[in-house]
């Protein structure tokens, strides 16, 4: 409960606290609208005031800034009315320095040109003087000149006959040597000559065995069982055997002083046999022959046509031809083992063939004789079993001898035997007679 007092009369009651809240509730919404009337109020005052304080301090600003723009076109203006002067003297100045400076570049030019004057005369007449000068310079320069033109045309003519003389001399020693060359050469054989071409191919092909013809033979061919040989012999085989190339080489040449002069064609049977003796598949001549021939000078000639798998050429193409002929063997390198294998498959048959013949034979021969040795033993037999017949025949004539024996002693009685014998009956009846008396005892 609470006491309140009547603001009116000062008189006291009391309420309860729903009532008392009611009414505290009431006191306070009156309070609170009227204390907001009086906020909004003052708000509005304080507004209306910044309005116009906001207003006359924008209107005061507005004639300060009029007034200082004002200041300031005015004291533009009074600088641009003091540019013009300025200006306008600056003009005046300056014409009056350039019309100075015209008349000073005038007068200059007036000089220059009495100084350009001058000089010219002075130019002339110095270029007249160096002109002069240079005259004699030159004169004296084309005098040296001649001379030393003609001091150079005769050493050169000197230099000449001293290279003519030296020249000369070289010419006159080289034509000796050549000349004795030539003699010694004539005094060579030509198996000798041929001997030195030899060295020179078998020299050029060990230069270059290790490294491309690792694997092949080439040496001096020194069989002549045929009663004929070449100069060299060239086999290649591959790893597995297989003969890759093979080449039969002639060399030939011939000493300038031989009296008979030798042809390529001379050689060219002979090789051929050699090569076919000595079971090589090409044959090449090297030769020196015929040294004007534009046929053998032009490269590697085939004489295909002549003999075959036969070339001529020169010693240049010694090395190139074994190279030619080796790379096309490599490529049917395939075919010479296929055919290498068949051959040996026709070996071997034809060793099986032999092995069956000598077989055969062997085994006729044996057959033939011991076909005979039966025969023989057939023919014994024959011969024994005639023998075991007779023997047979006598065996059965004995049998049947026996039988008949034994048939006529079955067919003896005591009756027939003492018949016509009264001793011998008495006897046997004497012993019947006894026998039974002995056996009762």
């Known amino acids: ?22 009414i505290l509730k009431q006191v306070r919404d009156e309070t ?24 006359a301090k924008a209107a005061s600003e507005s004639q300060r800034a009029a007034a200082a723009k004002d200041a300031e076109i005015q004291g533009l203006r009074a600088r641009l009315d003091a540019g013009e002067v300025a200006r306008k003297l600056a003009v005046a100045e300056a014409l009056s320095a350039v019309e100075k400076q015209r008349d000073l570049l005038q007068q200059q030019l007036a000089q220059a040109q009495l100084d350009q004057q001058s000089a010219a005369r002075l130019a002339e007449a110095l270029r007249a003087n160096e002109l002069q000068q240079a005259a004699a310079a030159k004169d004296a320069e084309i005098a040296r000149l001649k001379d030393g033109l003609e001091r150079a045309a005769l050493e050169k003519q000197l230099a000449e006959k001293s290279l003519k003389d030296k020249y000369d001399t070289q010419i006159k020693d080289r034509d000796d040597a050549i000349e004795r060359l030539r003699d010694m050469k004539a005094r060579l054989s030509t198996k000798m000559v041929g001997e030195t071409l030899e ?10 065995r290790a490294t491309a013809f690792a694997r092949a033979y ?19 085989s591959d790893e597995a055997g297989t003969e890759i190339v093979s080449i039969m080489f002639e060399m030939k040449n011939e000493s300038d002083g031989t009296a ?11 090789l051929d046999r050699d090569r076919t003796e000595k079971g090589c598949e090409y044959a090449v001549l090297v030769s020196l022959l015929e040294p004007d021939s534009e046929l053998y000078n032009g490269g590697i000639v085939d004489v295909f046509h002549r003999y075959p ?15 030619l002929l080796r790379n096309a063997a490599m490529n049917s390198l395939k075919y010479k083992s296929e055919l290498a294998l068949v051959k040996a498959q026709s070996v071997d048959i034809t060793n099986f063939e032999n092995e069956l013949e000598t077989f055969k034979t062997a085994f006729a021969k044996n057959y033939d004789l011991a076909s005979r040795r039966f025969q023989t033993a057939i023919d014994e037999i024959d011969k024994s079993i005639d023998h075991l017949q007779k023997t047979k025949e006598a065996l059965l ?32 009846a004497e012993t019947k007679r006894e026998g039974p008396a002995e056996g009762g005892a």
């Open 32 to 55: 609170f609208e009227q204390q907001l009337h009086e906020r909004l109020a003052l708000a509005e005052k304080d507004k209306r005031s910044a309005v116009e304080l906001a207003t």
């Open 309 to 323: 798998k036969m070339y001529v050429v020169r010693p240049q193409f010694f090395i190139p031809i074994i190279t």
């Open 218 to 236: 080439f040496e001096k061919d020194n069989d002549a069982r045929s009663g004929s040989k070449g100069d060299y012999i060239f086999r290649e």
């Open 199 to 208: 060295q020179h191919c078998e020299t050029e092909f060990n230069r270059i």
């Open 1 to 22: 409960m609470h006491d309140i007092i009547c603001p009116h009369c000062s008189k006291a009651f009391k309420i309860d606290e729903a009532g008392y809240a009611d």
């Open 397 to 428: 004539g004995t049998d049947r001898n026996l039988r008949l024996a034994n048939d006529k002693a079955q067919d003896v009685t005591i009756k027939k035997l003492t018949r016509g014998n009264p001793t011998m009956a008495a006897k046997f």
């Open 260 to 270: 008979t002069k030798k042809s390529n064609e001379d050689f060219l049977k002979e």
